[in-house]
């Protein structure tokens, strides 16, 4: 039995759109960011980093005495749709945000900058065209506090 040149071409049509349907249907995976708990070093222990506006603190050098350093490890891994994480950056007691920088692949903005606070709201996003889906970018937040 032979089908007409319109229902094969139907038939065909209706077999690759249903093997093509599990693969449109399948959602793409969540993106997950994870944020560790704070950890703080301070003088006469050596900064990890250089600090943007304060030459008294540079990578590899003591830090200055008064001076913390304040750290979080980042790790945003991309789902299908962009995701970025903010947290607070928090300085020990009797202590203000100074400056603030990353590491590795995670960027941070401060949110909610102003003078002497003890605490910031930080954006910690990555660059989207050198992560895909499914891979992780990792990193470290630092905030400087005296």
């Not at 049509?13 to 997950?32: G, I």
């Not at 300085?91 to 102003?114: N, Q």
């Amino acid at each position: 039995m032979t089908f007409p040149r319109s229902i094969g071409a139907a038939a065909c049509a209706v077999a690759a759109l249903a093997l093509a349907a599990p693969a449109v249907a399948a959602p793409a995976r969540d993106t997950t960011i994870t944020v560790s708990p704070r950890e703080q070093i301070a003088a006469p222990a050596v900064s990890p980093v250089d600090f943007p506006g304060v030459s008294a603190v540079r990578e590899g050098a003591p830090l200055p005495r008064g001076w913390v350093v304040v750290s979080r490890d980042v790790k945003i891994t991309r789902g299908g749709e962009l995701a970025s994480g903010a947290f607070r950056m928090t300085c020990p007691k009797s202590r203000t945000w100074r400056s603030g920088t990353a590491s590795d692949d995670i960027l941070a903005s401060v949110l909610d900058r102003s003078p002497r606070k003890r605490s910031v709201l930080v954006l910690a996003t990555f660059v989207s065209d050198e992560v895909r889906v499914g891979e992780t970018a990792a990193g470290t937040v630092f905030a400087l506090c005296r």
